[in-house]
């Protein structure tokens, strides 16, 4: 099994930034993508950065120039930088992996509890 936690959400003002990062452990033979998710309230779960394995990233367009997604394959950890946060990013952040568990294994997605991050105005 592989566990992923996320750290680093809270609240912050308008214009502030935060942190996130998401540790994996357990059974990973080779990690693949990891990316950032974020659900506001009422709302559906949606996609917010991706970075695959050679550091490829993309973003949503809502947070394109203004977050960056990064990792450390040695830690199989990634981050999430939020700069100019709106009140629109308030959401709880979730983080998911793409996990190959052994040399044979088909690739499972993983996902962590997720870190709260509210913005206020």
């Known amino acids: 099994q592989v566990q992923l936690v996320e750290s680093g959400g809270g609240l912050v003002q308008a214009g502030g930034s935060l942190r996130l990062s998401c540790a994996a452990t357990?059974?990973?033979?080779?990690?693949?993508?990891m990316s950032w998710y974020r659900q506001a309230p009422g709302k559906q779960r949606e996609l917010v950065a991706t970075?695959?394995?050679?550091?490829?990233?993309n973003y949503a367009v809502s947070v394109k120039g203004r977050f960056t997604i990064s990792r450390d394959s040695a830690k199989n950890t990634a981050y999430l930088q939020m700069n100019s946060l709106k009140p629109e990013d308030t959401g709880v952040y979730y983080c998911?992996?793409?996990?190959?568990?052994?040399?044979?294994?088909?690739?499972?997605?993983?996902w962590g509890p997720g870190t709260q991050v509210t913005v206020s105005s």
């Open positions: 357990g059974a990973i033979f080779r990690m693949n993508a």
């Open positions: 998911s992996a793409d996990v190959r568990t052994t040399s044979v294994s088909y690739v499972y997605v993983f």
């Open positions: 970075i695959t394995s050679t550091n490829s990233t």
